[in-house]
């Protein structure tokens, strides 16, 4: 009773993130530093890899793995981020869900914030309403550079009844400055490349 995923989807998500996690480790080169986050099957790869190659191999190994619906490759082809850019991201990320739980009209228990190199990512199963007030009140937090909305938009119906949509219903397009309301651009499981929606 954490958030709107059930039970048994709150455990497939676990198992997603470390199945996922260590066959990128397995595939990718030692120094990269991928760090991988499931919400009701849809994986986010944050982090850096040392190579393009890399990049595409780790998206190829989360859409391999059992229960994955969706990925969003957000690795950065770069050298691994210090302890310092950590520290400072955890920092940025505990001060977001700060802001978000003081937010009217949004459960902090209903989006995930991950936090890399300065860029917060919002993810999870909200209405329309919901992610644009969750983005608001992200705008103001300091140290945020970027916000990228991962977000899968759903009616007040189906958040209520925990319903999956049966495909993705937010924008692809390129993830943008802070106050563009960027979404991240992803890439189905079942597919190798993105498609456009109506």
Known sequence: AT?????????????IEMRVGRQ???????S???????????????????TEQDKQRAEQVARGVANVREVINELGVMPSSGLGTRSSDSFVTSKVKSAL?????VSVKDV???????TTYLMGRVTAAEGEAATEAVR????????????????????????????????RTTPTQLGDEGAAKSTPAAAPAARSLP
């Open 3 to 15: 958030d709107r995923r059930d039970s048994s989807t709150l455990l497939d998500d676990q198992g």
């Open 24 to 30: 990128i480790y397995d595939a990718v080169s030692g």
């Open 32 to 50: 990269s530093h991928v760090n991988v986050t499931s919400w009701a099957g849809r994986v986010l790869l944050t982090g850096e890899v040392q």
């Open 101 to 105: 739980a003081g937010t009217a009209n």
């Open 112 to 118: 995930k914030v991950i936090t890399e190199r300065g």
């Open 140 to 171: 103001s937090v300091s140290g945020v550079e970027r916000v990228i909305r991962v977000f899968e938009y759903v009616t007040p119906g189906q958040a209520d009844a925990n319903v999956v949509p049966a495909q993705p219903s937010y924008p």
